[in-house]
Every structure is written in C-alpha cells, then in structure tokens.
C-alpha cells in the first residue's frame, strides 16, 4: 500500500466553524507533512511531525492546529478561518532517509 | 535552504523528448535532487532523485551535473499524460533526527502539443 489518503475530498466551513482534515498512511514512514496550496501556486510546507513529534512549524497561524495521534495518522484541526485560508491542502508522507514523499489527493478546503 | 530556479513553462511535441532545466547553484554537498510532478486536480508525485550520478527510472532519466549545480529532468518520449507542473526540489536534511523539509519552487508548467 502505497497511498496517502486524505479526507474530506472537500469541505465547506464558515469562519466560525471548527472542522479537521484527515491523513492516513500505512507505509510506516515516520515523517509526515502539510502543505497549503493556492490555485497556480506551488505548495507550501505548514507543518513536519517527525516520529510523531511536531519539528517544523513554519510560522503558521494558530488557527491551523496540527495533531500526530500515532505513526499512521495526521490532523489539521482549523478554528476560526479566513476566506483567503481557502486552498487546497496537501498531505504528504516519506521515510526519513533520502527516499521519495508520497502525497495525498489533497482536501479543497472552502471558507465562506 | 537551498533554492531552485526552473523555466515557468515550456512546450514540446508529444512523442519528442522532452529536457527540464533547474538551477540549484546553492546545493550543498549533502542535498539530494528531487522531481516531483503535478497533474492537475491531483498532489505532487514523486518522479526521480539523485546524488550525484546521472539516474534512470520507468518514468525519466535525470542528469546531474558533474559540479551539482544544476540537473536535467529527460522524458524520453513526451504523451499527452506528461502535461503537468514538474517541480525540482533540495532535501535537505535540518535536524539530527532525519527531518527533511520538502520545499517547492515556482516550477515549470510542461504542455505537450498533439
């Protein structure tokens, strides 16, 4: 099994709203991302866990919360959003030795 | 880190080869070079990596090179399929723990032309 899997596919949320973002992998990879991406842009790295510990928050808002539950799985709780925080968000995972990520299809995340 | 500089965008006939250049003159000697593509509608995937030596795969060949500040993503023979955002990316490793940021640059945009 070589897939990351990530749900929802899509969501909608008011600013108001408290929702999260799920990641799945079952490739024992021990280092797994988020990443934001808006339309015509590359990605952006939000966050690294690396063995389940947080070791890269790249100045991202707290309103972007991330959790590691266990080795397989990775959230992004999100609280209070804007309508520019509306993006596409990309789960990512990789061992890590200097082998390939393998990335999610992504949430299209909606803020009205 | 160490940044990239790749051609917004480029075109080429499909079933002609097609070469992606990237720039990565701030590499340091412990970075690996990575491609990763993206179709539309859908996230990155992995393509090829290398050190230091030139690496062939199923998908494209990557030539590195030999001061390692630049590489050559080759798709032997261009499909419709081949039209995405190809990214060439540094790992680099930050931490002791093996934590390796995966930053993208701008990329380029391939079209391929029936």
């Known amino acids: 099994d070589t897939e990351v899997t990530q749900t929802p596919k899509h969501l909608v949320m008011g600013m108001t709203n408290k929702k999260s973002l799920k990641c799945e992998q079952h490739?024992?990879?021990?280092?797994m991302y988020w990443y934001k991406q808006k339309a015509k842009k590359p990605p952006e790295l939000m966050f690294v866990?690396?063995?389940?510990?947080?070791?890269i928050n790249e100045s991202v808002p707290s309103r972007f919360s991330p959790e590691c539950p266990n080795s397989s799985l990775l959230n992004l709780h999100l609280h209070a959003l804007q309508p520019e925080d509306s993006a596409l968000y990309l789960c990512?995972?990789?061992?890590?030795?200097?082998?390939?990520?393998?990335f999610g299809q992504g949430t299209r995340l909606t803020v009205v | 880190d160490a940044k990239t500089t790749q051609p917004n965008s480029m075109e080429s006939n499909e079933e002609e080869p097609v070469h992606l250049p990237c720039n990565h003159s701030?590499?340091?000697?412990?970075?690996?070079i990575h491609w990763y593509r993206q179709l539309p509608s859908q996230g990155p995937e992995y393509v090829i990596h290398?050190?230091?030596s030139n690496v062939n795969n199923r998908m494209a060949s990557l030539a590195i090179a030999e001061d390692r500040k630049s590489s050559t993503l080759i798709l032997h023979r261009a499909t419709l399929r081949d039209a995405a955002v190809y990214y060439c990316?540094?790992?680099?490793?930050?931490?002791?723990?093996?934590?390796?940021?995966?930053?993208f640059g701008t990329g380029t945009r391939l079209t391929i032309i029936p």
């Open positions: 990512a995972s990789s061992d890590t030795g200097r082998t390939e990520a393998f």
């Open positions: 490739m024992g990879h021990r280092a």
């Open positions: 866990y690396s063995y389940e510990k947080l070791s």
């Open positions: 701030t590499i340091s000697g412990t970075d690996y």
């Open positions: 290398g050190l230091t």
């Open positions: 990316i540094l790992r680099g490793l930050i931490s002791n723990f093996g934590n390796e940021k995966l930053t």
